[in-house]
């Protein structure tokens, strides 16, 4: 139910996007420290090797699970690092446990409020539980329409074979309209925000207007030759920007 990666004292866990699953980080994890850190990947209900485990697939309960989690790993403090609606994810968990979270990495993260959905996106979007034509053209789009059709492929084979449609279709309803900003803004947790250059959607004027205005600690940066999946389109420099925040 959840992948561990490394045995160091800083303890890390990863929580995937919309998309993914915990074990789908792409190389990422083959770069990490695992001497410096322990990092844990869970799969969120309706996920993975979670997948045929029901449950109401809410944030609140992503933060309950992982909470729990932790507890049971001994784990009394730790980081996060969200993708994605990891992301949002991620602030949920700092908004019911602040004093646990160490810091916090959001990469193409969905902010607390929510994302400024128009009708015709909230109708894409909407339709990709249901169809996997929609969830292509989505990480399409979100890449800057510059990686291979091999590449997609293999990410909506991913998504549709490791998430049920009911759990895929209610996540997005949680992290789509998120309203929880009140409960974290001032937070004086660090907070580093990575967004790939290439994605249209989570880009450096939404994060200025929310992460950026959220946290009084927070940085941005904008990763080159990425979109919206850095752990696929540049690993190796994702891990380094990664680690050398969450370094003391």
């Given at each position: 139910?959840?992948?561990?990666?490394?045995?160091?004292?800083?303890?890390?866990?990863?929580?995937?996007?919309?998309?993914?699953?915990?074990?789908?980080?792409?190389?990422?994890?083959?770069?990490?420290?695992?001497?410096?850190?322990?990092?844990?990947?869970?799969?969120?209900?309706?996920?993975?090797?979670?997948?045929?485990?029901?449950?109401?697939?809410?944030?609140?309960?992503?933060?309950?699970?992982?909470?729990?989690?932790?507890?049971?790993?001994?784990?009394?403090?730790?980081?996060?690092?969200?993708?994605?609606?990891?992301?949002?994810?991620?602030?949920?968990?700092?908004?019911?446990?602040?004093?646990?979270?160490?810091?916090?990495?959001?990469?193409?993260?969905?902010?607390?409020?929510?994302?400024?959905?128009?009708?015709?996106?909230?109708?894409?979007?909407?339709?990709?539980?249901?169809?996997?034509?929609?969830?292509?053209?989505?990480?399409?789009?979100?890449?800057?329409?510059?990686?291979?059709d091999t590449w997609l492929d293999a990410m909506v084979a991913h998504s549709v074979a490791s998430s049920t449609r009911d759990a895929f279709a209610a996540y997005l309803a949680e992290w789509g309209r998120a309203d929880f900003a009140d409960e974290i803004a001032g937070s004086p947790v660090p907070v580093k925000v990575i967004v790939g250059e290439h994605d249209p959607a989570v880009a450096p004027a939404l994060m200025e207007a929310t992460f950026l205005a959220h946290y009084?600690?927070?940085?941005?940066?904008?990763?080159?030759?990425?979109?919206?999946?850095?752990?696929?389109?540049?690993?190796?420099?994702?891990?380094?920007?990664?680690?050398?925040?969450?370094?003391?």
């Amino acid at each position: 139910m959840v992948t561990l990666h490394g045995s160091g004292e800083h303890k890390v866990i990863a929580l995937h996007g919309w998309f993914g699953s915990g074990d789908e980080w792409g190389s990422l994890p083959r770069y990490l420290d695992g001497t410096a850190f322990q990092y844990a990947f869970p799969d969120y209900r309706g996920y993975g090797a979670r997948k045929d485990e029901p449950g109401e697939y809410t944030l609140a309960e992503i933060s309950a699970d992982v909470l729990a989690l932790a507890d049971e790993l001994g784990w009394d403090t730790f980081s996060l690092v969200g993708h994605s609606m990891g992301g949002v994810a991620a602030q949920r968990i700092l908004a019911d446990a602040p004093d646990r979270v160490r810091k916090l990495v959001g990469v193409a993260p969905i902010p607390a409020n929510g994302f400024p959905f128009d009708e015709a996106g909230w109708a894409l979007f909407s339709g990709a539980a249901d169809s996997p034509a929609n969830r292509r053209i989505i990480i399409d789009f979100t890449t800057g329409n510059r990686n291979t059709d091999t590449w997609l492929d293999a990410m909506v084979a991913h998504s549709v074979a490791s998430s049920t449609r009911d759990a895929f279709a209610a996540y997005l309803a949680e992290w789509g309209r998120a309203d929880f900003a009140d409960e974290i803004a001032g937070s004086p947790v660090p907070v580093k925000v990575i967004v790939g250059e290439h994605d249209p959607a989570v880009a450096p004027a939404l994060m200025e207007a929310t992460f950026l205005a959220h946290y009084p600690n927070a940085e941005l940066c904008a990763m080159s030759n990425a979109g919206h999946y850095p752990m696929h389109e540049t690993p190796v420099q994702l891990a380094t920007m990664v680690e050398n925040f969450l370094t003391p």
